[in-house]
């Protein structure tokens, strides 16, 4: 009996073991010069479509070398961060590719990136792409268009497209089994903007619903002259991103002019989804919709409510995996929330200020801190700061309060030059590696935050510099013992 357990054993090692050396890694690595960011992240899917994230170092010469297991199936893909932006990059397992390129900015980068190496055919087309609309300045304004302007723009970009297409598929690449997928994600997905563009153009101009038909019946791209809902349509980022939302708003809109309480009966929304999509779509257009509501969510009453509404949403879904997916999402996210209860002890940060000096929450034990949370492209955030000056200055002898700005979702370049319109006077500190934003949920800003003497939340959603309500709360925040 033993032997068989020990040959079973041995077996089950030895399949292990051929299972973990038969998949295949991603290989991306090269170097960027001129980036301000030192990391930089890349997003996957899962096979069922769950968003992965991993994340890119680079060094002081801007060099960088990441191998994942995480892609699992063909697909496009990012890398990111602030204005360090390398979008529709073609990644499948056993690629190995190699990016360069000039990032100081964005257009450098369009016009400099080179990506070279096994598989790197499919990201030839979307390099070939932005090198010419780069050189070519062309900077129309699609959604400002009139309708018969807008159509000969779409089908001058097809003309381009499908020439810049045709010359990077013309010869198959030696060892690349994805090609052919891949060529036919960018056909799906060129396909995908055009009928976004199409529909968008009808919500700006404000047709009713027979001139809106008629324009969509004549200038819908082939891929969806049958219709919206295909499965197999999933595989194009566009079409997930773009189409299925704006195709259910404009649905929604045209049930708004036909019958305006018609939208507002209970039900409308899940019903309008089942009629408009079916299969695979429909669950991942449910998916998705559910996500962004627990996204959405920033406490744990509004969680629990979200989760109360949702729950014939979540009901409707087919694939148990999903289900299952959903069920974490909420968890995790109480846990997060969790993290900043009124009461509970404040997310710690370890931040760089402007000044080059580092700040940790702990230095702050003993005042109360009044945190802004902003960035340099947010113009609600930078229209607010005279006010929050003007609060700032009312304490500036008190010891007892801190007035801290904390740039989130920024780029270092953009912090520094806005700080450098804007002239504060009171710490600023840069979120230099997402950290703050995570922890204290900044899904919307500007966003302020009030911690008390002993590092304890106060309020995660403390009101703005310019009301009553912001210096009573500071006060009485200072006054308690």
């Known amino acids: 009996m033993k032997k068989i357990i020990l040959l079973l054993l041995s077996f089950y090692c030895i399949s292990k073991g051929v299972a973990q050396t038969t998949a295949q890694p991603l290989i991306i690595q090269g170097k960027l010069t001129n980036s301000a960011e030192k990391m930089l ?23 960088f070398y990441l191998k994942t297991y995480k892609i699992a199936k063909p697909q496009r893909t990012s890398i990111q961060q602030n204005n360090t932006q390398i979008n529709r990059i073609y990644v499948a397992p056993g690629y190995d590719l190699r990016i360069t390129g000039d990032a100081s900015d964005y257009t450098s980068l369009s016009k400099t990136k080179k990506i ?76 995908s903007m055009s009928f976004y563009m199409l ?6 101009v404000k047709y009713n619903a027979a001139q809106a038909r008629e324009l969509v019946t004549k200038n819908t791209p082939p891929a969806f002259v049958n219709g919206v809902s295909h499965d197999e349509y999933l595989v194009s980022e566009d079409y997930k991103s773009w189409v299925l939302p704006l195709y259910y708003a404009c649905e929604q809109r045209l049930d708004l002019l036909r019958d305006s309480a018609s939208v507002k009966k209970p039900g409308y929304t899940l019903e309008k989804i089942k009629q408009l999509f079916t299969g695979k779509v429909r669950d991942f257009y449910l998916n998705r919709f559910v996500e962004k509501r627990i996204g959405g969510s920033n406490s744990i009453e509004q969680l629990i409510a979200t989760q109360k509404e949702m729950q014939t949403f979540i009901n409707a879904i087919s694939s148990p995996v999903l289900k299952k997916n959903l069920a974490n999402n909420f968890i995790e996210k109480k846990q997060q929330l969790m993290q900043i209860q009124i009461g509970k002890p404040a997310p710690a940060f370890t931040l760089p200020s402007d000044q080059g000096k580092v700040f940790n929450l702990s230095d702050f034990k003993g005042k109360v801190i009044y945190i802004d949370l902003w960035a340099s492209w947010c113009g609600p955030c930078r229209q607010e700061m005279p006010a929050y000056k003007k609060l700032s200055d009312k304490f500036k002898t008190n010891k007892q309060v801190a007035f801290v ?15 450098k319109e804007e002239k504060p006077d009171w710490l600023q500190l840069y979120d ?34 310019g009301t009553v309500q912001a210096e009573q709360l500071i006060n009485d925040a200072i006054a308690k013992p």
């Open 41 to 63: 992240k890349i997003f996957f899917e899962d096979v069922n479509g769950k968003l992965l994230i991993d994340t890119i170092r680079l060094n002081a010469a801007g060099e």
């Open 116 to 191: 070279t190496g096994l598989g790197a055919q499919s990201s030839q087309y979307r390099v070939k792409m932005d090198s010419i609309i780069a050189v070519r300045d062309d900077k129309t304004a699609w959604f400002d268009l009139k309708t018969d302007e807008l159509i000969q723009f779409l089908k001058k970009s097809k003309t381009l497209e499908d020439s810049v297409l045709n010359v990077v598929f013309k010869e198959p690449a030696m060892g690349d089994k994805y090609l052919n997928t891949f060529k036919k994600i960018i056909e799906l997905d060129n396909q």
């Open 199 to 204: 529909l968008q153009h009808l919500d700006l």
């Open 405 to 419: 700005s904390i740039a989130v979702h920024d780029g270092e370049k953009e912090w520094r030059n806005a700080l």
């Open 432 to 465: 230099n590696e997402g950290t703050v934003a995570q922890a204290y949920v900044a899904n919307a800003i500007p966003k302020y935050i009030l911690i008390d003497k002993d590092g304890k939340m106060l309020s995660f959603d403390a009101p703005g510099p």
